[in-house]
């Protein structure tokens, strides 16, 4: 069996079946599960840290204490001419 601190969990990332539960340290452990079923669990779990986690596309779950800026990216500029 697996402990991770949630409390200090910066994001989840997945990489095939298993799962990279980075932390805000930088120390990586890697999960025998998939990131659905680590989204499935933090959906269980009723303590006060899941409703801190949010699913970033395919690949990541992330801590939202942990995000200090969303930066968002103009691609008008790439169109033809």
Not at 30 to 41: D, F, G, N, T
Not at 55 to 63: A, Q, T
Request: charge should be positive; charged fraction near 15%; glycine fraction near 4%.
């Amino acid at each position: 069996m697996v402990r991770i601190s949630l409390a200090h969990a910066a994001y989840f990332e997945a990489d095939a079946n298993y799962c990279n539960v980075v932390y805000f340290n930088g120390t990586r452990t890697m999960l025998p599960a998939s990131l659905l079923s680590i989204e499935k669990l933090l959906a269980t779990i009723t303590n006060c840290h899941t409703g801190n986690y949010i699913r970033i596309g395919k690949r990541f779950i992330i801590n939202k204490r942990f995000v200090s800026r969303i930066t968002t990216v103009s691609y008008t500029h790439l169109r033809a001419h």
